[in-house]
């Protein structure tokens, strides 16, 4: 009976989960899917609907959605200007010359695109990853697969990403104590994904492309044709650094945006777009689309902090399940859930340092800190909510399922990778 106790919170979770995942499947679509998933976690947390009702417009209204909203609006106006306007083809065409193996153009722009920690980010590198992938005669799962995995293959040891930020200050360690163990999770994104999903998905045919393709190689022309990017990236991770440095008020996500308004009106002068251009955009469903199902991340989110579901679930690991658990399963559970980093650092970490210090454990902290580290990342990657995912998908025009199940493979082996790191850790 108590150990039935114990996993109710658990249980509770994974059934409004699997109903999320049923709307999912019969295509009742995924703003509603993941409205309703929340809808139903309250109840089952004993939410009322004037509870669940006000809690979902609140989180209409918070900062952080605000920022996302326009971010991820702003990422979807320059990939379209880059796609519409042919700029994204001119750019693969001047890198011809430096990258002439297909399988390193197909990652090349998402892992650059994965050192700017950019929400929704991986529908920034869409349409170069498109570009190519039609020239391959590449299925629209393969290169929604590629485009997401390799849009996050930095993030265990990227000093910029929230998650590790957070993580450094709620564990009061410096960064050197943690990237220096978690530095292989990099390297074990990249060796998966080579294996389970590029190593065999090029077809035949495109193998020798890299022979066909011209040898030009004018840096000018590259700077060019990529100038929108590099505005964005360079100009995003330096506005996020000097505000960091002096203004630490501000909240960094102006940064991002300030950068990106400046790369759209970069590429509409380069392109001549004018104002027809905007309202074609803005009148787009796909747009519409995208901003509604992060609205409802947003509510299932907001929703499942007001019930208090991690809570308890920390609740029930603090008091019954063993502290390996605890470190595993909570941090991939709510990664799972919530589909972000800070979530399931935010949210688990602090009952973890409490376990460690309660059992006088402290010197294992960063052990402990890694394995729940690569858990809860495994949990974010496998998200079907991942807002990454959730837009790939849709940019390819891939079915949702098919493509979920291409990740389960590499997350298992980036998992266990996780788990290798924390026996090395501990005995050595």
């Given at each position: 009976m108590e150990l039935f106790?114990?996993?109710?919170?658990?249980?509770k979770v994974l059934s409004a989960f699997i109903l999320m995942l049923a709307g999912m499947r019969f295509k009742i679509g995924?703003?509603?899917?993941?409205f309703l998933g929340g809808v139903f976690m309250g109840l089952f947390f004993g939410m009322?609907?004037?509870?669940?009702g006000s809690n979902g417009m609140l989180a209409l209204t918070r900062e952080k959605f605000l920022f996302l909203i326009t971010i991820v609006g702003l990422i979807m106006i320059l990939s379209d200007a880059l796609e519409r306007s042919g700029q994204s083809r001119r750019l693969m065409d001047s890198l011809s010359g430096y990258l002439t193996s297909p399988r390193l153009r197909l990652i090349f722009f998402p892992a650059l695109i994965g050192l700017l920690p950019m929400p929704g980010g991986a529908i920034f590198s869409a349409p170069m990853v498109k570009t190519m992938g039609?020239?391959?005669?590449?299925?629209?799962?393969?290169?929604?697969?590629?485009?997401?995995?390799?849009?996050?293959?930095?993030?265990?040891a990227w000093p910029l990403y929230p998650g590790i930020i957070l993580t450094l200050a709620l564990a009061n360690i410096p960064i050197?104590?943690?990237?220096?163990?978690?530095?292989?999770?990099?390297?074990?994104?990249?060796f998966f994904g080579w294996f389970f999903l590029l190593r065999n998905t090029i077809p035949e045919a495109s193998e020798t492309m890299q022979f066909a393709v011209g040898r030009d190689r004018r840096l000018k022309r590259v700077i060019r044709e990529g100038l929108p990017l590099i505005i964005a990236i360079i100009g995003a991770i330096g506005c996020e650094t000097l505000l960091a440095s002096f203004a630490r008020t501000i909240p960094f996500e102006w940064g991002v945006i300030a950068a990106l308004l400046a790369a759209v009106a970069g590429i509409m002068i380069q392109n001549r777009l004018g104002v027809a251009y905007l309202r074609q955009v803005f009148s787009k469903k796909s747009l519409w689309e995208m901003l509604l199902v992060i609205a409802a991340i947003f509510i299932f989110k907001d929703i499942m902090q007001a019930a208090g579901i991690v809570e308890?679930?920390?609740s029930a690991a603090g008091s019954g399940v063993a502290l390996f658990a605890a470190a595993c399963f909570l941090p991939f559970l709510v990664g799972m859930v919530a589909g972000i980093n800070v979530a399931f650092v935010g949210a688990t970490f602090p009952?973890?340092?409490?376990?460690l210090h309660n059992l006088g454990m402290d010197e294992q902290l960063v052990p402990y800190l890694v394995v729940a580290s690569f858990s809860g990342f495994t949990g974010v990657m496998i998200s079907p909510i991942h807002i990454c995912f959730v837009l790939t998908c849709n940019f390819f025009g891939a079915d949702l399922a098919r493509t979920w199940r291409r990740l389960v493979a590499p997350c298992c082996g980036?998992?266990?990778?996780?788990?290798?790191?924390?026996?090395?850790?501990?005995?050595?």
């Open positions: 106790s114990a996993a109710l919170p658990f249980i995924l703003a509603l899917s993941i009322g609907p004037v509870a669940i039609e020239e391959m005669n590449m299925r629209g799962e393969d290169q929604a697969v590629i485009n997401y995995w390799f849009r996050h293959v930095w993030e265990m050197s104590a943690l990237i220096s163990k978690t530095w292989p999770g990099v390297f074990a994104m990249f308890e679930m920390a009952l973890l340092i409490g376990l980036f998992a266990a990778t996780g788990g290798i790191l924390f026996y090395l850790l501990r005995t050595f």
